[in-house]
T-cell receptor, first 112, second 118 residues
Framework: AAGVIQSPRHLIKEKRETATLKCYPI?????VYWYQQGPGQDPQFLIS???????DKGSIPDRFSAQQFSDYHSELNMSSLELGDSALYFC???????????FGSGTQLSVL | AQTVTQSQPEMSVQEAETVTLSCTYD???????LFWYKQPPSRQMILVIR??????QNATENRFSVNFQKAAKSFSLKISDSQLGDAAMYFC???????????????FGKGTKLSVKP
């Protein structure tokens, strides 16, 4: 069965650089979620999109932005990267009328 | 705001034995879902089991079962016949009811690290 695809798996950036993370949800899933998980922490919700519109917003810094495209894939854009942005970034998707979230393998971002 | 509390940072179990992980939550909502996710060292988040708040019957998935006490706002996970592959971080999570644009995101507890001894 198809799963949530995230790219890249690993990303190394310098402070003040920008990064773009991509997420391809499971086919026919209409909602995408982004989470940030710091070392030894629980995942923190950043933002979600339903049918290409932002549906909910969590603790996402103003330096970050995200969108969902017509093919339902989503991108998380991160600018002016800080050391504290180093984390595992998860994307998850859910199907219409279904409460289950399925997670991708995550993108490990390291900011040096 | 909803909160999820896991009071056991670490637990240990002998292979083939049974272990119970605790989770409590706080909410004023009547329509919600509860989940247990497993995160092994690979850091993949894997759904273990889910429970609908409106269902009184406890969910079961093979060796995994829950004890859902709605009045007490308690949602514990029981793992029977523990296996080495069960060693992981386990997160309890809450989600408000609704679909589509009103879908809520997952709120996680801090996690319980489970070790399985051979």
């Amino acid at each position: 069965a198809a799963g949530v695809i995230q790219s890249p798996r690993h990303l190394i950036k310098e402070k003040r650089e920008t990064a773009t993370l991509k997420c391809y949800p499971i086919p026919r899933h209409d909602t995408v979620y982004w989470y940030q998980q710091g070392p030894g922490q629980d995942p923190q919700f950043l933002i979600s999109f339903y049918e290409k519109m932002q549906s909910d917003k969590g603790s996402i810094p103003d330096r970050f932005s995200a969108q969902q495209f017509s093919d339902y894939h989503s991108e998380l854009n991160m600018s002016s990267l800080e050391l504290g942005d180093s984390a595992l970034y998860f994307c998850a998707s859910s199907a219409p009328l279904n409460e289950k979230l399925f997670f991708g393998s995550g993108t490990q971002l390291s900011v040096l | 705001a909803q909160t999820v509390t896991q009071s056991q940072p670490e637990m240990s179990v002998q292979e083939a034995e049974t272990v119970t992980l605790s989770c409590t939550y706080d909410t004023s909502e009547s329509d919600y879902y509860l989940f247990w996710y497993k995160q092994p060292p690979s850091r993949q988040m894997i759904l273990v089991i889910r429970q609908e708040a409106y269902k009184q019957q406890n969910a079961t998935e093979n060796r995994f079962s829950v004890n859902f006490q709605k009045a007490a706002k308690s949602f514990s996970l029981k793992i029977s016949d523990s296996q080495l592959g069960d060693a992981a971080m386990y997160f309890c999570a809450y989600r408000s009811g609704g679909y589509g644009g009103s879908q809520g995101n997952l709120i996680f507890g801090k996690g319980t690290k489970l070790s399985v001894k051979p």
